[in-house]
T-cell receptor, first 114, second 113 residues
Framework: DADVTQTPRNRITKTGKRIMLECSQT?????MYWYRQDPGLGLRLIYY???????NKGEISDGYSVSRQAQAKFSLSLESAIPNQTALYFC?????????????FGEGSRLTVL | AQSVTQLGSHVSVSEGALVLLRCNYS??????LFWYVQYPNQGLQLLLK??????LVKGINGFEAEFKKSETSFHLTKPSAHMSDAAEYFC???????????FGGGTRLMVKP
């Protein structure tokens, strides 16, 4: 089983619908992140959390919200999806400390908004 | 703000040829530097990282990268490309142990038989 699991892996939805992407991890890491990947733009940070009571906005948080339900679970929500949120979304984890920059990624959730 | 530039969104090499993927960063302080690889339909995997130890860093699958402070570069190389190296490669930079990573736009490596 993967250490970082994302569900769903693929989702097609319509404009205006609410969507939740879920992430769970078995690595025991405190830090969790949501990124989106767009061709030519690399990965951009949406939200991150350093522990269960900590939520921080990233570079492109508008239109998104998150919930850290437990150390192992971090969900990303699109309250009212729009077409330019069509992208590949990645959840990642890391430990705290000197190696905090090393991220461990899930396999991605491909979202298409029509 | 920190930034990362990867020159060339697509690079094509023949099997057995040298692989060179370029990465430049903007910084006035020593960075943490990373290369990640993404195979089709998979997440990103760490290839190698520089954290202020040796300037020449060796990674998995025969890849290595050299940190050149004077050029603010961290180019990725492999002496002989293999078909299995075909993937997308991302350079990333961070500036302290708790900071976030900034990713470059990625370079898709294609390997021709």
């Amino acid at each position: 089983d993967a250490d970082v699991t994302q569900t769903p892996r693929n989702r097609i939805t319509k404009t205006g619908k609410r969507i939740m992407l879920e992430c769970s991890q078995t690595k025991g890491h405190d830090r969790m992140y949501w990124y989106r990947q767009d061709p030519g733009l690399g990965l951009r940070l949406i939200y991150y959390s350093f522990d269960v009571k900590d939520i921080n906005k990233g570079e492109i948080s508008d239109g998104y919200s998150v919930s850290r339900q437990a150390q192992a679970k971090f969900s990303l929500s699109l309250e009212s999806a729009i077409p330019n949120q069509t992208a590949l979304y990645f959840c990642a984890t890391s430990i705290a400390g000197l190696d905090a920059g090393e991220l461990f990624f899930g396999e991605g959730s491909r979202l298409t908004v029509l | 703000a920190q930034s990362v530039t990867q020159l060339g969104s697509h690079v094509s090499v023949s099997e057995g040829a040298l692989v060179l993927l370029r990465c430049n960063y903007s910084s006035s302080v020593p960075p943490y530097l990373f290369w990640y690889v993404q195979y089709p339909n998979q997440g990103l995997q760490l290839l190698l990282k520089y954290t202020s130890a040796a300037t020449l860093v060796k990674g998995i699958n025969g890849f290595e990268a050299e940190f050149k402070k004077s050029e603010t570069s961290f180019h990725l190389t492999k002496p002989s490309a293999h078909m299995s190296d075909a993937a997308e490669y991302f350079c990333a930079v961070g500036y302290n142990a708790g900071n976030m990573l900034t990713f470059g736009g990625g370079t898709r490596l294609m390997v021709k038989p």
